[in-house]
């Protein structure tokens, strides 16, 4: 298993500390949501994506949001 990195938007989030339900709320999105964009499963909608970077203050980086598939990005 090689090192993984945990995503910018976890970090920020238990910095908080903020659930993934709490923070779900907070962006109108549900907890389900806000982990598979911090297991980089799937991106977020560019609306979602700048309500993150708004309420982390830039703390999580909009290229670290948007998808990184092809199939997501269909």
């Known amino acids: 298993m090689g090192m993984q990195t945990t995503h910018p938007l976890r970090e920020w989030r238990k ?31 560019l609306a979602v994506a700048i309500k993150i970077v708004s309420l982390t203050d830039g703390a999580v980086p909009l290229e670290s949001l948007m998808a990184t598939s092809a199939e997501a990005a269909e």
Request: hydrophobic share 25%; proline share 6%.
């Open 15 to 45: 910095s908080q500390p903020l659930s993934q339900t709490e923070l779900g709320k907070k962006l109108g999105i549900g907890p389900s949501q806000i982990s598979q964009i911090e297991s980089g499963l799937r991106g977020c909608s």
